[in-house]
């Protein structure tokens, strides 16, 4: 009994030197860009890896941030920006996926084809086209050309009809004799049935806009509607290296919501990031 | 006049035909049962009454008013589900209201938040509630009516679901096995009280049910269904007795009929070492099967019947009676018999050597290898009237 | 009983015909997206591919195949090609082996199992370009602790994003820094579907060493989700594409220059609208060979 007891431990200790040294690594930048940020201007230079800030400039930098840079401007873009793509997309996606999953008509199996082929499609294939359309039609930096390509989600609507696929069709027959119209079994009876559904993809849709680049990128040129990201690389371009405090200030303020987000609802998150990669 | 009418229903799915030409009168009130193997096609019968699915062919009468273009909300049927189908993010108040609110409020006072301005809507709910509360105290649930389905037992559930099905007084209830997810003993109960329900409503039950127990003891008549077709209508002691075809004396009974093979002979059925004076109207030499209920087997000996030699097996003891499993010698074909503990204690003493079975000819069912009926038709007619 | 006349056909059934009314109600919507922000864009962006139209610009011919032949004897292009797929090359095995890695250690751990999960899983959430932001920070090669530390322990200088032959190797590493908690929640989903009775069964064997209960019991059952990890993985690095916009623009020398910057860069920079449709529609068959490859990977998993 004692040699396995030892063999347990030795092997317990092992694999935590492994995964401590590993989540040092992740933890690195997210450390070092919060002791950066409440760091004295005079010290970024000469800290080298002498970890702890001398004296505590956390109110300066992250004021300097705040004023010298619209970040709270670009939040609410991202918020803006976010919360009208979530809307439009469930508006879109959940009558459709259920008309998919439960209702039968002819031309279903070929719009079903459609979403498989869409979901292979990522937002640079259809990117060149969107933007001349929106050039040609002096849409370009508003949040309309921002949201627009991502109204569409054939994950969405891929991911509800599954979700719905296995609601148990007795009870959409009992609700069909009671006398449900069709429109108020998906108010009544699916939507609610599917919060779960509707909260995986709200994290997933939210931190991929949140997060994304490239669209904001080419549609926007100007401050009013950037979204976090790319305020992030104006931001960073005006600090031409000059004060990392600062620029370090922004990127914890800028990345703090969804963070904040994911430690409160961690199940949530990882359900919902994850979910591509498990359908 | 008849409440419920279906003519030629056929139906299929791809390739598969799931209904046949299904043709069915249910009386105003009767409790009748579609009973058969799962795949036969019983609940599909169901669905097509309800409007849930279309039959290819045929027609559905409820009332004696063609419903065919009827939606279902508006053939005034109510269903109750297998699963119960309850609505899970609602209360049992709401998922027994649900039928009533959705006949009585209009669009606008249905609408999920201004649906409460509405000046009509506040009278409505609360006569609804009053009836929920009514259909509740006859069931028992009237304590349960602010809980969730989930917070309720598999029994409690059962219940809930039949209230939704009785507040609306509907014209036919449809019940697709809606025992079968109970733990036995509560199944038991609950016959006793769909049955007691039904004698209460005097209503039209259709109910579809594997269980032939189910159907023998509930029902005042049953359809047995077999590859989407009724293989014979009757009362379960018409079933029982007088059954028109092999497979449904195979369905009906418990313990399952003895089926033994014979030959026909020129005054009867030579089966194994005996020879059953029966009349039968297939020319002799040809194969037929014998049914043998348990209770149409006996021990004690009688002058002038006819006697099987088997060797006992293994004895099933059900306390007040016992299910002797016997073997033919011969072919090592099983026949079981039926016999009263104080008949079995009797004869106990011989049964370690092969004995005499006593077969009671007058219950001996005939049938051809196409498993029609054989004995003759006076004697079919006979005890359709004794068991009538 | 009456003979019956009437045959209803399923369209005129009242049930079906509702439903279909709903169906098209409620799936159209959908459908005139997919058609506006799907299909059609599709259509021109492979439509323009064939022309030398440039933004802005009044008169455009065909072209026919130019672009694409352009594009193969373009030097950048191939380049992009090139560290594309070398930044793959890297990212997929490291994200992947230490995903799994990870995922076999994680799991074993009862107290400890959620805060290990939370931190790893941390990168998958946040903004990446803010992070790309303080990793180009980290690794400055004057102001930068990791080269601070190298230097005091005798590495002497170096500039991973300056250097072109550390370039991509750097970008690589921010990628498995994001990729391989995603990698791990993926992995640990496979680990809890293996069986306890397996391991139990191997112990009994006498397969109770933690290499021979890898070998015989976890890869072998881990073996479908593997491919599937891989799969995703390379989708996801072969889109590379916020770390380089952020960090190096390319630099140096192009030797971080990856498809969808170029992409970007020849589309969105020099509207150079032609050559860049060849190389989106480059994109996407690439794109599909891949959905190909998975969907069969799928298939494999669920005859497993």
């Known amino acids: 009994m004692a040699h396995i007891r030892k063999d347990r431990l030795i092997g317990s200790i092992t694999a935590h030197l492994f995964l401590i040294l590993c989540a040092a690594f992740i933890l690195l930048p997210f450390v070092w860009m919060l002791l950066t940020s409440i760091r004295p201007a005079s010290e970024v230079f000469t800290a080298g890896f002498n970890p702890i800030p001398s004296s505590f400039a956390g109110v300066t930098n992250y004021s300097e941030a705040l004023t010298k840079s619209p970040l709270l401007q670009y939040m609410w873009n991202g918020v803006v920006v976010c919360a009208g793509i979530l809307v439009v997309q469930l508006l879109f996606a959940i009558p459709a996926g259920y008309a998919l999953a439960k209702l039968s008509f002819r031309a279903q199996p070929l719009i079903f084809a459609l979403v498989l082929f869409g979901l292979t499609v990522p937002v640079q294939v259809t990117a060149l086209p969107i933007y001349i359309a929106l050039a040609n039609l002096n849409l370009l930096n508003t949040y309309f050309a921002i949201m627009l390509p991502f109204f569409l ?127 | 006049m008849s409440n419920l009418e279906l003519s030629g229903i056929s139906k299929t799915f791809g390739a598969t035909r799931v209904l046949n030409d299904v043709s069915l009168s249910v009386r105003e009130g009767e409790f009748l049962t579609l009973v058969g193997a799962s795949g036969c096609g019983k609940s599909t019968v169901l669905r097509v009454i309800a409007g849930l699915e279309p039959q290819d062919a045929g027609t559905v009468q409820i009332g004696g008013r063609r419903v065919d273009h009827l939606r279902p909300k508006q053939r005034n049927v109510a269903m109750v589900f297998q699963s119960y189908a309850l609505y899970p993010h609602m209360s049992v108040a709401e998922n027994m209201a649900m039928p009533l609110v959705m006949q009585r409020l209009n669009l606008a006072e249905r609408l999920p938040l201004l649906g409460r301005l509405m000046p009509r809507r506040g009278r409505l709910m609360t006569e609804i509630a009053a009836e929920v509360d009514t259909v509740a105290r006859q069931l028992q649930i009237e304590t349960l009516l602010a809980r969730k389905p989930a917070q309720l037992s598999g029994g409690q559930r059962q219940r809930v679901a039949l209230g939704r099905s009785m507040v609306r007084h509907p014209d036919v209830f449809l019940m697709d096995e809606p025992l079968s997810n109970l733990d036995a003993k509560l199944r038991v109960h609950m016959r006793t009280e769909l049955t007691e329900l039904h004698r209460r409503l005097g209503v039209t039950f259709i109910y579809v049910t594997h269980d032939q127990v189910e159907a023998m003891t509930m029902s005042d008549r049953v359809a047995l269904m077999d590859e989407g077709r009724i293989v014979q209508l009757g009362t379960p002691a018409e079933l029982y007795h007088n059954p028109s075809d092999l497979r449904v004396a195979r369905f009906i009974g418990s313990p399952q009929i003895n089926i033994l093979s014979g030959t026909t002979a020129g005054e009867g059925v030579a089966v194994a070492d005996a020879m059953l004076q029966i009349p039968v109207t ?87 290898v196409e498993g029609h009926r054989v004995d003759g038709p006076a004697r079919v007619a006979m005890r359709a009237m004794a068991s009538a | 009983m009456t003979t019956v006349t009437a045959r209803p056909t399923a369209s005129r059934h009242a049930q079906m015909r509702a439903e279909a009314v709903a169906g098209y109600a409620f799936a159209t919507p959908a459908l005139l997206l997919i058609i506006i922000l799907l299909i059609a864009p599709i259509i021109v962006v492979f439509l323009m591919s064939l022309t030398d139209y ?173 491919l599937f990890v891989v799969v995703t993985t390379t989708i996801t690095a072969f889109r590379v594409f916020d770390t380089v916009a952020v960090i190096t623009r390319g630099n140096p020398m192009g030797r971080s220059d990856v498809l969808l910057y170029t992409l970007y860069k020849v589309g969105f920079q020099d509207f150079n609208i032609g050559p860049a449709a060849a190389m989106t529609i480059a994109f996407l068959v690439f794109v599909l060979v891949v959905a190909l490859v998975q969907a069969f990977v799928i298939d494999r998993r669920t005859h497993y």
Request: net charge negative.
């Open chain 2, 282 to 368: 297939v020319p002799r030499g040809h194969v037929v099967s014998v049914g043998l209920r348990a209770e149409a087997l006996s021990l004690d000996a009688v002058v002038g019947r006819a006697k099987i030699t088997a060797k006992l097996g293994h004895v099933e003891n059900l306390g007040a009676e016992v299910f002797l499993h016997f073997v033919l010698p011969d072919t090592g074909a099983p026949l079981v018999l039926r016999a009263t503990l104080d008949a079995y204690e009797a004869h106990r003493g011989k049964l370690d050597r092969p004995v005499a079975i006593t077969v009671d000819t007058s219950r001996a069912l005939v049938f051809d």
């Open chain 3, 54 to 226: 440039q933004l802005g610009a009044l008169d455009w011919s065909w072209v026919g195949l130019g672009n694409y032949s352009d594009m193969f004897a373009d030097r950048i292009f191939l380049r992009s090609l090139g560290n594309t797929f070398i930044y793959v090359a890297i990212v997929v095995p490291g994200s992947v082996i230490f995903g799994l890695i990870i995922a076999i250690l994680v799991q074993e751990r009862t107290k400890s199992k959620a805060i290990y999960q939370t931190i790893f899983f941390l990168p998958v959430t946040t903004t990446l370009i803010a992070m790309s932001v303080v990793w180009h920070f980290l690794l400055n090669p004057s102001l930068g602790p990791v080269t601070s530390l190298a230097r005091a322990l005798g590495f002497g200088e170096f500039d991973v994003f300056g250097d072109p032959g550390l370039v991509l190797a750097g970008l690589a590493v921010i990628g498995i820094w994001q990729l391989v908690g995603f990698n791990m929640i993926l992995f640990l989903a496979g680990l809890t579907a293996i069986p306890r009775d397996l391991y139990d069964a191997a112990d009994i064997d006498g397969a109770d060493g933690a290499w021979d209960r890898f070998a015989r019991v976890t890869w072998p059952m881990l073996g479908p989700t593997t």
């Open chain 1, 153 to 279: 989600s054939v994950f969405g609507i891929f991911l509800f009809r599954q979700f719905f696929k296995s609601f148990p069709q007795e009870i959409i027959h009992a609700a069909r004799l009671d006398g449900f119209t069709e429109l108020e079994i998906i108010l009544r009876i699916i939507t609610p049935s599917a919060v779960p559904a509707i909260a995986a993809f709200a994290v997933f849709s939210v931190t991929s806009h949140w997060n994304d680049l490239y669209w904001p990128l080419i549609v926007t040129t100007s401050a009013d509607h950037a979204t976090p990201p790319l305020g992030m690389m104006i931001f960073r371009d005006q600090e031409t290296g000059s004060n990392y405090g600062a620029l370090m200030a922004g990127a914890a303020i800028i990345t703090a919501p969804l963070i904040i987000a994911f430690l409160i609802a961690q199940r949530q998150f990882v359900r919902g990031i994850t979910m591509t990669g498990v359908k």
